[in-house]
C-alpha cells in the first residue's frame, strides 16, 4: 500500500520538473533522492505555502456564529428582564431607534466582536482542539464586563447590574455554544481528510513515524502527514517501510513548495543540528509556511512548560507535576459528590441492566476483581457481569488467542462474553457500578484505568499510575481503548499523571460521552 503512495507521488513530482531535474525513486532503499546533477535542489523559486481558503472560511463562519451569538445574548437578556433598559430612559438616535436598542443590537455585537480579536480568539493555532479557544473566549467574556463597567462609568450611567451580569454570562454561554458546533462540523470535515495542514515530517524514521501514528490517531488536530525526509541516507541493505512518500537528501523548503504542503514539522532531537533549524526559520520568512518542532520533552503539557529566554538562549522551564493540595482536594469532594448523585439519578438504568443480567444468564448479577489502587493498595472493583460464570476456568484454554500485548488479555470475539454483555461492553455500561468505588473513595471519575494483576506488577514507568486515584474513565479510554498497545496505554496514563488538572478531566469526561456512542475500541 505504501509504495503505490510513493510511486504516485513520485508521478506527480516528475510532472513538474524537466528530464534533467527529475529525482530518482530507489526501490531498494524506500526513498526518493533528488537528481545526480543536483539542480533539482536549486530550480524552484522562492516558495509561497498553498492558501489555506478552509482556515479563512472557517473563521468567517465563526465570526459570523459570534455575532448571531452576541444577537441572541442581547435578545434573551431583554426578555427576560423587564428593567434591561434602566440608564437608557427617553434617549432617542437614528429617528425612533433608542440609545439602549442601539447600544445592545449594534454596539454588544460589534464591542464582543473586537475582544475576541484582542483575546486571540480566531487565531488558528487555537482554534478546533483543546482548551485554549475557550480560554480566550472566556477572557474576552471578562474583559466585555470591565468594558461595559468603565464605559457606564465614564459616561455616568446607572446599568442595571442584572441587565451587565445577565448579557455577559449569555454571551459566554451562547458564544461557547456555537463555537463548540463549529468544532463538532470542522472534525467530521477533518475525517475526510480536508480542512488539514499539510504536514511534511522531518527526522529520523523512528521519531517521524511515532509523530506520524499520533496525528494520523487524532484527525481532530488538523495534521495531515503526506511525506517524510530523512536527515541522513539508509545504511547500505537497510530499507525504508513508511505509510507516506519518504526523501532523503533535499533542500526542505523547496521540496515542501514541491509536494503542495504548507508545515514542516521537525521530529526528535536529532533531526536538526541548532544552526540548521534556525536557517530553515529564516527561509520559512515570508513563505506562509509554518514550522513546528517536536520538543525532545514529550508527554508534558499545558501550565507545566515555560519558556525562559536568556540571551537568545530559549529555556524550556519544566515544573514538578502536582499531584497533591486544593485542586487535588476538589477534584475528590467532585468526584464523590458526582458518584452520587450518579447513582441517585440512574438507579433506575442500573436496575434494568441488572435484571437484564439475570435473565439472560444465571449467576450473580456482578462482578468483584481484586485491582491495584492508589499507591498500590487493593481493592475490589464493582462492575456489572458480562462473561459466562465459568469464564475464569475457561481463560486458560483461550491464552494463545490473546491479542493483548500487555497485562491485560483483550479478545475481540471472546467466547466467555454472554450476549447481553457484548452490548454492556460497546456502551461501556458494565462499568456503572464503578460509582459506587468513586464514592467510597477508591477510584475517580478520570484517571489511569485500575488493572487486574499484582502490586508486584507495577515496575518501573508503570508503577508511576498508582500516585492517583484510578478511573472510570482516562486518557485511554477517549483515545482508542482496546485498540492501543500496551505500550500506548501505559504512555497515555503517564501523560494523565503528570498533566492532570480538573479542566483536563472536565475535558476528558466530555469526549468519554462521543466515544462510547461511537463505540469505538470496545470489546
Request: proline share 6%.
Amino acid at each position: 500500500m505504501w509504495e503505490r503512495k510513493v510511486v504516485s507521488a513520485h508521478t506527480e513530482f516528475l510532472k513538474a520538473v524537466t528530464p534533467q531535474q527529475r529525482p530518482s525513486f530507489d526501490p531498494d532503499l524506500g526513498v526518493i533522492t533528488p537528481p545526480s546533477n543536483g539542480m533539482a535542489r536549486s530550480v524552484f523559486a522562492r516558495p509561497v505555502a498553498p492558501r489555506a481558503n478552509w482556515r479563512r472560511r472557517y473563521v468567517a463562519w465563526l465570526v459570523l456564529l459570534d455575532v448571531l451569538a452576541a444577537l441572541a445574548a442581547s435578545r434573551t437578556v431583554v426578555t427576560l428582564l423587564a428593567d434591561a433598559d434602566a440608564g437608557f430612559w427617553d434617549q432617542r438616535v437614528l429617528g425612533n431607534v433608542s440609545s439602549f436598542s442601539l447600544a445592545s443590537f449594534v454596539g454588544v455585537p460589534l464591542g464582543w466582536l473586537i475582544l475576541l480579536v484582542a483575546a486571540g480568539a480566531y487565531d488558528q493555532r487555537a482554534l478546533g482542539l483543546g482548551t485554549e479557544e475557550l480560554k480566550r473566549v472566556a477572557r474576552a467574556s471578562l474583559a466585555m464586563a470591565a468594558a461595559v463597567s468603565f464605559l457606564a462609568l465614564g459616561f455616568k450611567k446607572d446599568l442595571s447590574r442584572a441587565t451587565v451580569a445577565a448579557i455577559i454570562i449569555f454571551l459566554l454561554l451562547y458564544t461557547l455554544v456555537v463555537r463548540f458546533a463549529a468544532r463538532v462540523v470542522l472534525r467530521r470535515i477533518r475525517r475526510t481528510g480536508r480542512a488539514s495542514q499539510k504536514v511534511l515530517l522531518v527526522g529520523r524514521l523512528t521519531d517521524a513515524l511515532a509523530v506520524h501514528e499520533v496525528v494520523t490517531r487524532n484527525y481532530g488536530a488538523g495534521l495531515h502527514p503526506i511525506a517524510i525526509h530523512l536527515p541522513h541516507h539508509p545504511r547500505p541493505g537497510e530499507r525504508v517501510n513508511a505509510p507516506v512518500p519518504v526523501y532523503v537528501g533535499w533542500d526542505l523548503v523547496p521540496l515542501v513548495q514541491q509536494l503542495g504542503a504548507d508545515t514542516i514539522a521537525v521530529c526528535g532531537p536529532a533531526s536538526l543540528e541548532s544552526y540548521e533549524l534556525r536557517k530553515l526559520a529564516w527561509q520559512l520568512e515570508g513563505t506562509g509556511l509554518d514550522l513546528v518542532v517536536v520538543p525532545q520533552v514529550t508527554d508534558v503539557t499545558g501550565p507545566r512548560i515555560h519558556v525562559r529566554p536568556i540571551e537568545g538562549l530559549p529555556l524550556l522551564n519544566v515544573d514538578e507535576p502536582t499531584i497533591s493540595g486544593l485542586s487535588l482536594l476538589a477534584k475528590s469532594v467532585l468526584d464523590r459528590v458526582t458518584a452520587l448523585v450518579g447513582l441517585v439519578l440512574l438507579s433506575p438504568v442500573l436496575l434494568a441492566i441488572a435484571l437484564a443480567i439475570k435473565f439472560n444468564d444465571p449467576g450473580p448479577v456482578m462482578f468483584r476483581q481484586t485491582r491495584i489502587g492508589h499507591e498500590g493498595r487493593a481493592f475490589k472493583v464493582w462492575k456489572f457481569r458480562t462473561m459466562y460464570t465459568d469464564a475464569e476456568q475457561r481463560l486458560a484454554a483461550l491464552q494463545h488467542r490473546n491479542e493483548s500485548d500487555g497485562l491485560l488479555f483483550k479478545m475481540k470475539d471472546d467466547p466467555r462474553v454472554t450476549p447481553i454483555g457484548r452490548h454492556l461492553r460497546a456502551l461501556s455500561l458494565d462499568e456503572l457500578p464503578q460509582l459506587i468505588n468513586v464514592l467510597r473513595g477508591q477510584m475517580s471519575l478520570v484517571g489511569p484505568r485500575p488493572l487486574p494483576t499484582e502490586d508486584d506488577d507495577y515496575r518501573g514507568d508503570v508503577r508511576r499510575r498508582l500516585l492517583v486515584r484510578p478511573g472510570i474513565t482516562g486518557l485511554w479510554q477517549i483515545s482508542g481503548r482496546s485498540d492501543l498497545t500496551w505500550d500506548d496505554a501505559v504512555r497515555l496514563d503517564l501523560h494523565y499523571v503528570d498533566n492532570w488538572s480538573l479542566v483536563y478531566d472536565l475535558a476528558i469526561l466530555w469526549k468519554t460521552a462521543s466515544v462510547v456512542l461511537a463505540r469505538r475500541g470496545a470489546y
